[in-house]
């Protein structure tokens, strides 16, 4: 099992499992809300997210608008929330300290949920981590980083703002996305497909301008499995070693010791 040094450049952390829909979820949300509230995730918001699913019309499917209900239940300092619709559970953590820590809170999120919703099989499970690494005074931001990721910079020349990279992998039956975009100088951005809403994040993230880049490692399996929390923790693990593997191939010497 690969195990990062530290955990001190992770912005946020996302676990998720997707299971068919279950079209009459608002039924179930108030007992849902009541056992998060006593487990410490006492704010709770709803809202509708603008979407499209697909509708089939003899032989033809079609795209069809729709507006998808998302229910979302924080902790008290909005550091960390669950977010569930008719076939998504996701857990967020600005909070992360260790993958044990934040595999269990996960977990026992799924035990309450799949409690009451009895979900049978999971399509999808997913686990994201996003690295934010920011430079000491008068450091490069290109010293955090393997060379190839710096690269662009240096056969350009003159006053790059930005770069990305991304690489697709499969290892198995997981999945991995890798991005890394690179900046000469910015305040906190995240990636476009976050919507971060009211979470809290460490204030160090949120201050900081200058130097810096956003390492999203993107990991997941697609394949139909039982619930079953004995089974889904090792898979969550092969998930994160995989996604630890490839952010320190991203990553410099100096970044894996202040990271």
């Known amino acids: 099992m690969v195990m990062p040094i530290k955990n001190t450049s992770t912005l946020l952390g996302i676990a998720e499992i997707r299971f068919n829909p279950i079209l009459n979820i608002a039924e179930y949300i108030a007992q849902i809300q009541d056992v998060f509230r006593m487990s410490h995730y006492t704010e709770f918001a709803h809202s509708r997210n603008p979407g499209f699913q697909v509708a089939q019309n003899g032989r033809e499917k079609t795209l069809v608008p729709t507006n998808q209900d998302l229910f979302q239940f924080s902790d008290f300092n909005k550091c960390s929330n669950f977010r569930i619709n008719t076939q998504c559970l ?8 260790d993958f044990d820590t934040f595999i269990t ?20 499970i997913g ?24 690269a662009l910079f240096h056969k350009l020349g003159g006053a790059s703002i930005y770069s990305h990279s991304e690489i697709k992998h499969q290892y198995k039956d997981a999945q991995l996305c890798n991005r890394v975009k690179v900046f000469q100088h910015s305040a906190l951005e995240f990636p476009s497909d976050i919507e971060p809403g009211d979470m809290v994040f460490k204030e160090k993230f949120v201050t900081y301008k200058g130097p810096s880049a956003i390492i999203d490692t993107d990991s997941f399996i697609e394949n139909r499995m039982k619930l079953n929390l004995e089974t889904l923790r090792p898979k969550f693990y092969e998930l994160h070693d995989l996604a630890i593997f490839s952010f320190e191939a991203s990553v410099s010497n100096i970044a894996k010791k202040v990271g």
């Open 127 to 150: 686990l994201r981590l996003i690295d934010r690494l920011m430079c000491k005074r008068g450091e490069k931001i290109e010293g955090y980083l393997a060379n190839q990721e710096t």
């Open 105 to 124: 809170l996960f977990l026992e999120g799924v035990f309450i949920v799949n409690k009451i919703l009895n979900v049978p099989i999971t399509n999808r």
């Open 90 to 97: 996701t857990y967020q953590s600005s909070n992360y300290k």
